[in-house]
T-cell receptor, first 115, second 111 residues
Framework: GDSVTQMEGPVTLSEEAFLTINCTYT??????LFWYVQYPGEGLQLLLK?????DKGSNKGFEATYRKETTSFHLEKGSVQVSDSAVYFC??????????????FGKGTLLTVNP | DAGVIQSPRHEVTEMGQEVTLRCKPI?????LFWYRQTMMRGLELLIY????????DSGMPEDRFSAKMPNASFSTLKIQPSEPRDSAVYFC?????????FGPGTRLLVL
């Protein structure tokens, strides 16, 4: 079945440091890939997505490239801020040819950015 | 757009009591999902609906849990009887495409 593996946290960085959170996936079809972010006390919200190989999703300075050859979708940001402190979830949606918008999530990575 | 609305935001109850969590999806969305989040188990999909019909309830932990969606604008998740191990944050999400929109969650504590 489908699965998502992301690097375990917690990750602690200083402000303006470079961020990478690794994510790899296993899927039977051609999935769409997502990064969701959860700020303290809130629900998950979409950060970025990519729907096909070599697509790059980007938002708020974050980027991730859909790499089919390595089945990866690593999240990067060149300079993190304290306000980026949150839990980040990698996820996939594999419709398998049908209309099925179920998402498979990774376990989440807690990021803490210190001033 | 008000987003996905969940109520209550916090619930404290005693073991054995019935708990009902409520969700109003975004208008026009035809998929609705119920998740549970705990530190130990992370984010778990409990059940999801398409056009008010339950599609997959394999994540519902046991018969004490039930979910309904009587119309396109309302869903409930009921736990009867509740147990301390049900303590978690319960999220509702809705979608009309691959992107899901999450509500703020209901934080449930069963004493």
């Amino acid at each position: 079945g489908d699965s998502v593996t992301q690097m375990e946290g917690p990750v602690t960085l200083s402000e303006e440091a470079f961020l990478t959170i690794n994510c790899t996936y296993t899927a039977t079809g051609y999935p769409s890939l997502f990064w969701y972010v959860q700020y303290p006390g809130e629900g998950l919200q979409l950060l970025l997505k990519a729907t096909k190989a070599d697509d790059k999703g980007s938002n708020k300075g974050f980027e991730a490239t859909y790499r089919k050859e390595t089945t990866s979708f690593h999240l990067e940001k060149g300079s993190v801020q304290v306000s980026d402190s949150a839990v980040y979830f990698c996820a996939l949606s594999d419709q398998g040819g049908g209309s099925n918008y179920k998402l498979t999530f990774g376990k989440g990575t807690l990021l803490t950015v210190n001033p | 757009d008000a987003g996905v609305i969940q109520s209550p935001r916090h619930e404290v109850t005693e073991m054995g009591q019935e708990v009902t969590l409520r969700c109003k999806p975004i208008s026009g969305h035809d998929y609705l999902f119920w998740y549970r989040q705990t530190m130990m188990r992370g984010l778990e999909l409990l059940i999801y609906f398409n056009n008010n019909v339950p599609i997959d309830d394999s994540g519902m932990p046991e018969d004490r849990f039930s979910a309904k969606m009587p119309n396109a604008s309302f869903s409930t998740l009921k736990i009867q009887p509740s147990e301390p191990r049900d303590s978690a944050v319960y999220f509702c999400a809705s979608s009309f495409s691959e992107t899901q929109y999450f509500g703020p969650g209901t934080r449930l504590l069963v004493l």
